[in-house]
């Protein structure tokens, strides 16, 4: 049974390019998380989405990022024209229900 | 929103020492969890307290869950450099059907052998 997949694990984008950045959750799971977490920084929520709906953005930038996650393929994070401020691990969870959440091992994202 | 305060941030012990670490909030939560992290890792879910007061142990570790659900300890008996890593505490609650998970900031925790 495979776990939360992601990938690409590392990133490196020049600013002003776009990341994408994907997540597969666990076979059967239908609720998707991603989080952000900076060095010495904990996990900063970001979204929160079922399949082909955004149940809560409310970590999410108003500008440059979006999330996605259709009814067919992986989760999507996107950030559009990336700043150095945006270089992170971002990691998503996956769960069948709202209380167990599964981890991937995140992207690290490096703005050049 | 609701905050999770983790403390202490950092903590280096020797090997075969014991250790709390705390979490703790001004909300109440309806359930709350420690996760460890390693480096270049996604976090790793340990246990789940959902009853005010509840006790759960996991070998040398013990987790409580406060009275009135706002806080909460990890105690790790005897510590070995397999237990080294990041702590996390993350609460469930808010209002309506669906309940945000907040994490802490962690406690970084390292054994020396």
């Known amino acids: 049974n495979a776990g939360v997949m992601q990938n690409p694990r590392h990133l490196v984008r020049r600013r002003g390019q776009e990341a994408r950045l994907r997540c597969s959750p666990m076979k059967g799971h239908s609720h998707v998380y991603w989080y952000r977490q900076l060095p010495e920084e904990g996990l900063k929520f970001m979204v929160y989405?079922?399949?082909?709906?955004?149940?809560?953005e409310s970590g999410m930038p108003k500008e440059r990022f979006s999330a996605e996650f259709p009814k067919e393929g992986p989760s999507i994070l996107r950030i559009q024209q990336v700043v150095r401020g945006d270089s992170a691990a971002y990691f998503c969870a996956s769960s069948d229900s709202v209380e167990k959440l599964f981890f991937g091992s995140g992207t690290q994202l490096s703005v050049l | 929103t609701q905050l999770l305060e983790q403390s202490p941030q950092f903590l280096s012990i020797q090997e075969g020492e014991n250790l709390t670490v705390y979490c703790n909030s001004s909300s109440v939560f309806s359930s709350l969890q420690w996760y460890r992290q390693e480096p270049g890792e996604g976090p790793v879910l340990l246990v789940t307290v959902v009853t005010g007061g509840e006790v759960k142990k996991l070998k040398r570790l013990t987790f409580q869950f406060g009275d009135a659900r706002k806080d909460s300890s990890l105690h790790i008996t005897a510590a070995q450099p397999g237990d080294t890593g990041l702590y996390l505490c993350a609460g469930r609650g808010g209002s309506g059907g669906y309940q945000k998970v907040t994490f802490g900031i962690g406690t970084k925790l390292q054994v020396i052998p």
């Open positions: 989405l079922q399949k082909e709906n955004i149940i809560d």
